[in-house]
């Protein structure tokens, strides 16, 4: 064998175990054992197949990453999670529905702020005469209620059994006075809601003016 040949063969020797490598190297995967170490090769055991792999290239560079399968409790677990993001978004478009709405009719209501307190009060002096009324009518009552405990304590003096008419009527002139005190409390009441509605009106109004907002 002469010199020349000898290289060559010398050579080939040489070069073949790099093109093996480069062959073998060209696509490696990797896994996690069942002892969670790391492990690599041309193709992931069948055994671990539903786990999570990361494919290499020849220098060693991550070129894919396949995520391990999910267990039916997680796929159960991410319906309801999403099913809950999209019940939230419907509720912000709904909301967001309803607040253009609000706007539309406040603007197509009402031409200046002074309308709308204009129209607040003519509402919340109907309440205030109904409230006038009712106190007047519990006077009268509290005068007829005085009149008849005036009554129960000549007798309660003179050692005589109270009428029962008499009881009665004590008792109902009692209980129509608290009845409309009860409601006198309910149209205060109704008339702070009143009042912090129109309030908001009037808020919500400035801000779509300031804003130059049109009726559309």
């Given at each position: 064998?002469?010199?020349?040949?000898?290289?060559?063969?010398?050579?080939?020797?040489?070069?073949?175990?790099?093109?093996?490598?480069?062959?073998?190297?060209?696509?490696?995967?990797?896994?996690?054992?069942?002892?969670?170490?790391?492990?690599?090769?041309?193709?992931?055991?069948?055994?671990?197949?539903?786990?999570?792999?990361?494919?290499?290239?020849k220098r060693g560079m991550t070129t894919e990453v396949n995520e391990r399968a999910k267990t039916p409790e997680e796929i159960a677990a991410e319906k309801v999670r999403l099913a809950e993001e999209q019940r939230l978004i419907d509720e912000e478009a709904h909301r967001e529905k309803d607040r253009l709405t609000y706007d539309r009719v406040l603007l197509a209501t009402y031409l200046t702020e002074s309308?709308?307190?204009?129209?607040?009060?003519?509402?919340?002096?109907?309440?205030?005469?109904?409230?006038?009324?009712?106190?007047?009518?519990?006077?009268?009552?509290?005068?007829?209620?005085?009149?008849?405990?005036?009554?129960?304590?000549?007798?309660?003096?003179?050692?005589?059994?109270?009428?029962?008419?008499?009881?009665?009527?004590?008792?109902?002139?009692?209980?129509?006075?608290?009845?409309?005190?009860?409601?006198?409390?309910?149209?205060?009441?109704?008339?702070?809601?009143?009042?912090?509605?129109?309030?908001?009106?009037?808020?919500?109004?400035?801000?779509?003016?300031?804003?130059?907002?049109?009726?559309?």
């Open positions: 064998m002469n010199r020349c040949h000898r290289k060559s063969l010398l050579a080939i020797s040489l070069i073949a175990p790099l093109l093996l490598s480069s062959s073998a190297y060209a696509k490696i995967v990797c896994w996690t054992n069942s002892d969670n170490i790391r492990e690599c090769g041309n193709a992931v055991p069948p055994e671990y197949a539903q786990k999570k792999t990361e494919t290499l290239n309308d709308i307190i204009r129209s607040r009060d003519r509402q919340t002096t109907s309440i205030d005469a109904s409230i006038e009324v009712t106190n007047i009518t519990i006077d009268k009552l509290n005068e007829k209620l005085v009149e008849e405990k005036k009554k129960a304590a000549n007798y309660e003096r003179a050692g005589k059994p109270l009428p029962e008419r008499m009881q009665q009527d004590i008792s109902s002139l009692q209980e129509q006075i608290d009845g409309k005190n009860r409601f006198i409390e309910t149209k205060k009441a109704e008339k702070q809601k009143l009042y912090d509605k129109y309030q908001a009106e009037i808020i919500r109004f400035r801000e779509l003016k300031a804003d130059g907002v049109k009726l559309r």
